[in-house]
């Protein structure tokens, strides 16, 4: 069978991750950041603390974990332009409740596909591959993107735009560091506290009767040069959406209107442009930034579609490979309701990874 | 300025798309397909008349164009191992509408951060690099990744499934080649003939208006083998996402139940598992076919959002970039007020594209 | 069996070759090359005809062969950013003296290897894609590349500094476009008159003896940026050795003093440094200007051996594969005595891909 | 400046390395090996400790060194598809010898050069990112590779051919097993114990004189399966050669007659062909069982030159870059009088990673 060789993304800003859930660490290793660009570690691990489950009880337990070892390629913060190895340690594994899992996949997990691509003794390993945990090695790589974007003045900002059917209807027209920063004054990461306060009541609920939640995260990107993204395979909507794709459960995205653009006509979707402070500016943003693949200029938008959290505690109907029956299954261990508010930051890192791979092809960085 | 070198995509299935739609050709180089498969020509050159433009007037008129030139890599119907090179002239090139736009932007189409990409010199030869008319590269390569993927047993179909508010409300439950059978009978591809007939007369409309109209395809995708994909970077969505986000005019994709599953509970959009002729399978398919990033076995189905043609003919406002001022610009030249219909054969191309490049990856194509 | 995907080169210079010796033409695409670069046709036409064979009696024959046709990616001059595509036809194919060869596999040919690889059906194909003629897109793509080089003051100059046993026995000392000049005065391009007369004899007698003669060919490059190269998979040795050896009939390579410094010891063989007009400076060049993968301001060196052409009209033993007999062997058909006077320009040309490929990665050429 | 991303090889066989001779650690990645395949830790171990410095008093202080750390990848001595990383620690860096470089470059080192690049700061890591300490990666990824490669049939062994002016004259021809029990049986690693003898005694001598001394490393790869290579790029040449120029110290390489093919006709030089127990087989192997950038069934042999350690004892001019004048340095710290001996096991480290990479390529693998 086929060998898992993909676990490495990028011509220009590459990631490769390694590691897994089970194992002893996991991490990224990041390749082609230019030589003497200031970097700082600490950066990093405030963005891993930001992948910290959601809930007040959840949340201290866990605060200690993930811290950050780096090895190699920041030297007195900064690049040496050698690849950057980072990782941190998987302090709180426990097996137990996995090996149950052996012969009773999981409804909505990668557990079955991967046990059929890989074999009854890989699918562990294979499931710790699988495992949303290997997001550090995104969040690591995303947050080194993120200080090589910021000189040229690229800004990355996502948040909670809606859990189940609470929805943030309308998103505050503020600079991009105040929606930051009011996102940061609450767990679900949403810039608006009422709606805020839905989300985490409904997450709360949601737990407590065993289930999970999904929801919608929406990014914002401000200050790309104009003409940053490649057309055809490089295009800005192709790499985002590859990396997007990338994290486990996001199962839809949509760039400007989206999904809307199908209902409208070119008269009403097309962006006319105007001069604003004597530049060119597409007068709407319809087309979220993007065209032709190519940045516009104006602000890049767009949102991801999150699913509900697999595992849950509720009876499911599953299979057990061993027997060839048919069972019920009831996931245990700790799982979080709903991992829309820990996948925003993980959405801004592949955000940046992108931009950042994207900005050093066309020259923008170097 | 950096270069435009991302016209190719794929690592185990390579294509390469040439040619401008201004230049004497456009087509493509597929690398990969092992020597000794049988290929057929007609079959590519039937795929990309599926191409032709929607309309009763329209379509007589080209109807001689895109003939397929082959050269190289298939020697009496078989693979040899070599590279593939096809391509089709550019016989009906009009530039003159062209020029005009030099200097005037058109709302919602590249030639903007084209030309601050690429400059003036190049903005126009740009153009052509963005045009639609290089997706025939795609379907060349799409046709050739089917026939390596048929003989597996692996089938694709796409469908328009709504023009503006138009909406095939439910999809036939036939076979995918009955489902194919039907879309054939009508020029916009879709599986019912009423709501076919109601998109022909929006589409009529909108053309009368002088304006353009968006919609969606659905792809289905069967006989996949459980663990197709590979996880993170080379999930079967961040394949299938990358490449149609590579078509002009797409700006949105969702899997399954996409974006209505970040509404969902877990309990309501797990697919739980049950035995179907002795074989595991998902009793639902909320997942669209793909769990970790790999298939599940169950179809695959995904949407895409295509957005209306920018080029109207419709007074819209944009910029003139030699004198500074603002200006109103009528598109004239030939353009679709609706390529959804179009795009179906090219959602296919890349779906097939993608799935040749995982089937590859992964061991079950060779 | 597997497919043969290696036809392309490079991360940011990429070469792809196409064709074949048999088919109607040959040439390359080329993606990489910065917007706005000046790019002369003329040039890379002028680099083809030196590709021409050597000889009075033949050179006039094929005087009109190998025009050149370009395919996008330059406008008035200037390169747009695109991929540029460029081949020439092939005029003058003669398939029946090849046909025979189908079942008798040339010694010192890919013959057999790639008919054992490819299948029967395969075998005339692949050995077009073996052919010598491939070289036509390496040296397109190596005149665009010096195209690139030059203007930061990169030049290139090889020639033939051994034919059988006759040597140039002293490289004479002048600046590389005297160098240049002087090569170009005879047709086995050796820089010294007398030396290329007895080269020219030599092979004169080895055609009429119905045999061949190997050769050694001295690259020289001046005017690189002091550590250009990478560590380790990318050092200049790595990359312009694994150019070289694309080149067929190319069995070795070595940089500086090469297998002399396997004889000598450190304090023989290391280049002391030293200030020449200010600038630090390898005094001596054993190290033929690369250290630890990266260009130390001395001139490249490196020689490559170039072993006698395979097909001789002399009677060789080898086997009938269809029969399963051992039988004699006479290759009719034309066939060059030497190759090495018309592989001196395609040695430049890999020497000029590898070093925008590796100058393009530095930052050197943006 | 450019980033040093280059760190990996391999479409197919992936290979990254990580660490520098001044961090942690140094170690591998390696990607691709197909699920379920047997691979033994304890065998990589062995293969490190053939690295082990020469000479009897040094061989006994660094004994216990180079201990392996597995990370992932290997679950009950079977591949499991994912990424294999592994490392073994740095525990006796010395930092202080190597500061006082710092300014005044060592000849014949990457120092200048390296320096140059990627500025003061970097000096020094880039110093460990040169480091032939970085072989511990490559020979980690080939005794994996390696492992790939048995179960077909493939062996790999390499030997000392000559250090300084002793060589071995005549390869004995017995089975590669044999050869390399000879080989093991001395420190040089060469198959003929008197003149092992006389190599470890020149070694010597050199140690003595504050001097370093160059070699010849012979490679025989036997077992592989007729056509494993691709053409052009891809050739076997091409990437036995990029493998074996990434280890530092090698200047040169010759495959069959090498060099010698340059001064034969064709008719002394072809291999004829022959029946061998009723299998198409050369009679001769000056081609080095590769014709046409494919395996012909011949034994694969090629030889690589490994200049002398440019680090000696003795006096040696340089420059102080920090004051501008010209200076005598002698390197102190403990070096290696002749890293060939050492470099053979590497060697056949970068032969496996090469015929793995594309043995996988050519679907011979898989």
């Known amino acids: 069978m086929g060998a898992v060789e993909m676990m490495s993304f990028g011509e220009r800003f590459r990631v490769t991750l390694f590691g897994s859930s089970h194992g002893p660490e996991v991490g990224a290793i990041v390749e082609g950041i230019p030589a003497g660009r200031p970097l700082s570690v600490e950066r990093v691990q405030a963005e891993l603390d930001r992948r910290r489950p959601v809930g007040r009880s959840l949340a201290s337990k866990r ?12 030297v007195d913060g900064r690049s040496v332009g050698g690849p950057i190895r980072a990782h941190v340690a998987n302090t709180d594994v426990r097996r137990e409740p996995y090996d149950r899992l052996r012969d009773t996949p999981r409804p909505g997990h990668a557990d079955f596909p991967a046990r059929v691509r890989f074999g009854p003794a890989a699918d562990l390993s294979g499931g710790g591959i699988f495992s949303g945990r290997m997001t550090v090695g995104l969040v690591i790589a995303g947050s080194l993107a993120r200080q090589l974007l910021e000189p040229i003045g690229i800004e990355i900002t996502a948040f ?12 505050p027209e503020v600079p991009l560091a105040e929606l930051r920063r009011r996102c940061s004054e609450n767990e679900v990461w949403c810039p608006d506290p009422g709606t ?20 919608v995260i929406e990014v914002r990107a401000v200050g790309l040069p104009i003409g940053l993204g490649e057309p055809f395979f490089g295009s800005l909507e192709s790499t985002l959406a590859a990396l997007a794709f990338s994290i486990p ?17 070119g008269s009403e979707h097309n ?25 516009t200029g ?6 991801v579609a999150v699913k509900p959290t697999s595992s849950i505690a509720r009876p499911q109907r599953t299979v057990n490979l061993a027997t060839g029956e048919e069972t019920m299954l009831v996931v245990t261990g700790r799982h979080d309701p709903c991992i829309v508010p820990r996948a925003v930051v993980v959405v801004e890192a592949t955000t940046a990874v992108a931009l950042a791979e994207l900005g050093l092809r066309g020259g923008f960085l170097s």
């Open 249 to 265: 459960a996001v199962k839809a995205i949509e760039f400007g209107a989206g999904f809307d653009a199908a209902r409208r006509k």
């Open 160 to 171: 909670t735009r809606s859990i189940g059917h609470v929805d943030l209807l309308e998103v």
């Open 196 to 215: 805020a306060e839905r989300m985490g009541q409904l997450i709360e609920e949601t737990r407590r009767d065993g289930d999970s939640i999904g929801g």
């Open 271 to 295: 962006d006319p442009y105007g001069f604003v402070n004597g530049r060119v500016t597409p007068m709407t943003n319809h087309a979220g930034g993007i065209l032709g693949g190519l940045s």
């Open 298 to 303: 104006a602000p890049i938008v767009y949102r």
């Open 63 to 74: 605060h200690e974990e993930d811290r950050l070892v780096l090895d190699g390629g920041i």
